[in-house]
């Protein structure tokens, strides 16, 4: 493709079909998901507060803005501090992502620790894809132990963090997922071949 407006403005039409139908296949997945904690009334209040932050911004710049906001859940409530990666590693692009990403609490914390834990690494890119398959094996383990009070979900934070800091590198995200269906395995959950965790 030629270097010039025209070449430019495609590239840049095909990011944003590429990102349109990653938002799409994510709305998919979720359906069968459990509803988010958060109330979304609470989370359409919210978005207005981020009216001040401009996007894309990092989840440093987001925390710096409203980090001592208080979202109310449905296990209580969670400063804002708590749940977005205080880095510059991760970037937001608009306030939607911001909004489903603290729409489940208790995954959002876990990012936050993956995150900042990735963000000591010295030049290590933490893509897209493989933030989304961590997030999803998150969001997969909170749906299958709900009632454990998130069990799977720290114990699989904790692993991949000390993976991180013990060998300096992201794990694969089949590496995480293998990892987790090990956990739901070993606590007595049920993991067919054909859901996400069954590898």
């Not at 509803?35 to 609470?42: G, I, K, M, N, R």
């Not at 990403?101 to 914390?109: E, L, Y």
């Not at 963090?161 to 013990?166: A, S, T």
Request: glycine share 6%; net charge negative; charged share 35%.
């Amino acid at each position: 493709m030629a270097d010039d407006k025209q070449g430019r403005e495609a590239q840049a039409d095909t990011a944003d079909k590429r990102q349109r139908e990653r938002a799409i296949a994510t709305e998919l997945e979720r359906r069968d998901e459990p509803e988010p904690p958060v109330d979304p009334s609470e989370l359409a209040y919210f978005e207005t507060e981020l009216d001040s932050v401009s996007f894309p911004a990092t989840g440093a710049d987001i925390v710096a803005a409203v980090g001592d906001r208080e979202i109310e859940a449905a296990d209580g409530s969670h400063e804002v501090a708590e749940l977005l990666p205080d880095t510059d590693i991760e970037t937001f692009d608009s306030p939607e992502d911001v909004r489903v990403r603290i729409q489940r609490p208790t995954v959002a914390s876990a990012m936050k620790h993956v995150v900042e834990a990735a963000g000591t690494l010295p030049s290590v890119e933490f893509g897209t894809s493989q933030r989304d398959a961590y997030e999803r094996t998150f969001r997969e383990l909170a749906a299958i132990d709900a009632d454990d009070e998130n069990e799977g979900i720290r114990a699989i934070r904790e692993w991949i963090v000390e993976r991180i800091h013990e060998k300096e590198e992201l794990p694969g995200s089949r590496a995480v997922r293998r990892e987790a269906a090990s956990f739901c395995r070993e606590n007595g959950y049920e993991v067919r071949n054909d859901e996400w965790l069954g590898i």
